[in-house]
Every structure is written in C-alpha cells, then in structure tokens.
C-alpha cells in the first residue's frame, strides 16, 4: 500500500516538478575590487557607525503625539551624512519632508547609458527599553569587533555599508554607466513619510531601474548545519487591518441575557469562527523558488519535500511541519493576529458594542477588499460590521532580474558554497512604497549572522560585527560597481 502511495506521489511530483528554474548567477560577470584598501576601509567604516549610533534618530510617533514634539529628527542624522559626503567631494541635499523630519538625497552622475540604480536606507530607529540594555543604547560603543547600539543593524548599519560602497566609486573614479542614487530616508519605522515624501513630490529624482535595500539578512545554521542562506527579499506580503464591531442590547452584569447573545458573545463567536477556518497553505512563485532553491542544499526526504512544497501531496504531509513552524506559517499563509480587544468600561456593564481588531497579512494575489468580503462571509453574522482601516496588497519582483542576480553572483564571490533564495517577508519596508510604483526592488543585509544577533533586531543590546560590517561593504561594493559600471 505504502509503495502505490509512493509511486502516485512520484508520478504527480514528476507533472509538477516540469519548468522549475533555477537562477544562475555564473552568467554574471563580477567586478574586481583589488582597488579597495579593505583594511582602510573597516577603520573608517566602524568609526562612522560608532558617530551614526550617536545621534538621536529615535522615531516614536506616540510620544510625539503627547509631547508635541517631533520624533525621528532625522535632519541631525541627514547633516552627519552630508558632513561625510561634503569631504569626499560629493553633492547631496538635505530634504525636509516635515519640520525637524528630512531625507538625505544625493547622485554620482554617470554616463547615461543605463537607468539609475539607487541604494537605500533608513535613518531613524525604534525606541528603547532602556532599562533592558546593559550598555548604553546611543553609545556607539566598540568592543571585542563589535558596534553596539540602536541602528547598529537596522539600519545603519546598512546606511554605512552603502555609504562607503557610494564614497569608494567616487573616490576610485569607478567610470560609470548608469547614475548611482544614494538616499538615506526618514520615518521608515513609522509611516516611511520620507520616501513617500519623494515619490510624491520628487519622483524624477527616485525614478530608478532598481534599488537595494534592507529586508532580509544572511545567516548560518538555520535550516541545515554550518549551511550558509542569503534570502534576498524579492517581495512583502501586503494588509488588511479589519475592525469588527458587534452590537448588542446592553444591561447590567447581573442580569446577562437568556434568548439572545451579548456584543461581547456575539463577538468571541465571531473570532471563533475566524480561528476555526484559518487559512489554506498557498505556494506562490516566490515562496516555491525559495523553497526549491533551499531544497537543493539539503538531504532526503527534506530535499525532496522542500522541492515539491507547491504539490497538494506534500502540503498533506508535511502540514503538520508548516503549522508548528511561524516563519514557514507566515510565507505560506495569508495569517490573522486577533491584536486588539475592546469590551465594556466597567465590569457589572453589558456593554451595547464589542471590538476586535485583526493584523491581517496577504500573499501576492490576495486583494484586501476580497480578503475583507471572506472574513464577512466566515463569520456570517449581520449584527457584526467589518470595516478595513488600513489595506494594501503585496507587491513582489521578479527574481530573474539584473540586480537581483548581481547581488546573488557578488555574495557567491565571498561566500562560494552560500545557498542564495528569492525570499518573501511577512512585515513591511520603505521598499513596498517603491515596488508600487513598479521600481524592482531587493532587500539584503549582506553580513552572516546568528539567530541570536537577528532577535536583537529592535531588541536590546542590539550590535553588529565589524567583520559583518566590512563584509557587507565588500558585497554591496562589487555589486554596485558591476550592475554600474559594465
Ligand atoms: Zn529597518
């Protein structure tokens, strides 16, 4: 019986494995970097993070609200990087997009031949529990090969990495085929107000064949032992941010209702329903490359299901596998977090209206208005209104593109054996912004790090190695200056 299975599996397999590809990121050809002075460049590279970690780009629109100040301050981050590029040389203009609240723009012309490509970070960071770091969170602090502080991987880190990548072309005299776009934005931790600031009001200036940006980082040992993985972040899943609100006859706690359901019954009912339906598994392109790219590195069976994850067959088997995973869960799902609760004020108060709200993240192809209609119809229920606050849909890029090979053929440089996979995330960057306006976009964080060192991502004693720092500078060097300069 077992064998029959198995050979129907296999036959289906076959059908479906038909036009997998593969990217093939030999038919790049690298540039050198035998001009760079790498020892030179990591002094000068930490020194500037350490200053960057310094200045207080701490974005917190909450607190703004109640202090009547301005968060982010970017604009004391935005003079720093000018300062930098003023030395070299190099012309950039500070943009304020709102008062205190700026961008930092800046192009190294090239001959014309091809369109711009841009490198993008952002300056402002996420707020600190200060009580929870042991070192002090602005200090910049350097020791035993590491930078400690807010931003020191996201993201900037990655600011100086494309910071210094910009300085080197100039200071090489790098000739130049297309212009190189440096742009350092604001309250991307926020609203991404900066970049939406220049696609709205400078949009010849942004308009680019392709951009780098952070969205995703290399690490080792994550799914197979010593195995090094480089997910370059092709796509974000979109939203839909969804208010339910049931209504009730009201009354006292005493006294609840017989013959009919409370708001707040009506509503656990509601979510109930929501929780019991979840969400069928759907493999789209950029999630089966992923895993088909991820499949080639390892051992059978795991080979052979992670190359097959778009066939029912395996999804029925290794379902059991996506459920206990939330990483695997989040790429394979369009997923529902129950994130707000809103009942009666007081505890003796049937309350009239009960309120939910529900995080709702959405696999390219899913619209959220759609996804909004689904959600009415699975709880089905006229006493309760469903509004969408907030929605938009996922935008991806294709991975077949110039950067994106470029990127994967320059980490294959340093890292020969490094496993290099399309890669979807669950949350939101600056990038989604660009992506919809059709500019291919990819999101790499070039160094190796540890599980441990991606949880201090807006953590506590957040750092980032020198020697990610310098390698990450060397990735984004090379494969800047070939998508540039051939
Ligand atoms: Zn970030």
Redesign the pocket.
């Known amino acids: 019986m077992a064998r029959i299975y198995f050979l129907i599996l296999i036959t289906q397999l076959a059908y479906n494995c038909k036009g997998d590809s593969t990217s093939d990121f030999s038919q790049i050809k690298i540039s050198s970097d035998s001009e760079v002075n790498w020892k030179a460049v990591e002094a000068e590279t930490t020194k500037w993070l350490s200053d960057y970690i310094k200045i207080d780009t701490i974005n917190n629109p909450d607190l703004a609200l109640k202090t009547g100040k301005p968060t982010g301050n970017e604009i004391d981050s935005a003079r720093f990087l000018k300062n930098i590029l003023d030395r070299e040389g190099i012309p950039s203009e500070i943009i304020e997009f709102l008062p205190r609240r700026a961008v930092l723009y800046s192009k190294l012309r090239g001959n014309g031949t091809k369109k711009p490509v841009m490198l993008l970070h ?1 300056m402002d960071v996420v707020p600190i529990e200060k009580t929870r770091w042991t070192i002090p969170p602005l200090s910049g602090k350097i020791e035993n090969g590491k930078i400690y502080g807010r931003g020191a991987l ?2 900037k880190g990655m600011g100086v990495m494309n910071l210094a990548t910009y300085i080197l072309l100039k200071r090489n005299k790098i000739p130049l085929s297309r212009d190189v776009v440096f742009l350092a934005s604001g309250d ?2 926020a609203a991404s107000l900066g970049v939406r600031y220049m696609i709205e009001k400078r949009k010849s200036d942004v308009d680019v064949e392709f951009i780098l940006n ?1 969205g995703s980082v290399g690490t080792i040992g994550a799914v197979k032992k010593g195995q090094i993985l480089f997910p370059i972040q092709v796509g974000e899943k979109g939203s839909a941010w969804l208010r339910l609100e049931a209504k009730g006859v009201p009354g006292h706690g005493s006294r609840p209702p017989t013959q009919s359901l409370t708001s707040v019954q009506k509503l656990l009912r509601a979510l109930s329903r929501i929780e019991k339906k979840g969400s069928p598994i759907e493999v789209t392109p950029e999630v089966k490359k992923f895993f088909y790219e991820l499949g080639k590195s390892q051992d059978f069976p795991n080979s052979f299901i992670l190359k097959n994850i778009d066939s029912k067959l395996i999804q029925r088997l290794a379902g059991g596998l996506v459920a206990k995973s939330t990483s695997m869960n989040a790429i394979l799902k369009n997923t529902i977090s129950i994130t707000r609760l809103e009942g009666s004020e007081k505890v003796n108060v049937i309350p009239t209206s009960a309120i939910a709200e529900l995080d709702c993240r959405l696999l390219p192809g899913t619209d959220p208005d759609d996804f909004t209609e689904q959600i009415r119809q699975t709880i089905d229920d006229t006493d309760i209104t469903v509004t969408k606050f907030f929605g938009r849909a996922a935008n991806s890029s294709p991975s077949e593109n110039e950067l994106y090979l470029t990127i994967g053929a320059s980490i294959k440089k340093l890292h020969p054996t490094a496993v290099i996979a399309p890669f979807l995330t669950p949350a939101q ?1 600056d990038t989604a912004f660009f992506r919809e306006i059709g500019i291919p976009s990819y999101g790499m964080i070039p160094g190796i790090f540890t599980s441990e060192e991606i949880d201090l991502i807006h953590g506590n004693d957040e750092y980032i190695s020198i020697e990610n720092l310098v390698n990450g500078t060397k990735i984004i060097y090379i494969a800047t200056k070939t998508v540039a300069s051939n």
């Open positions: 952002h996201d993201d991307e931790e952070e960057t």
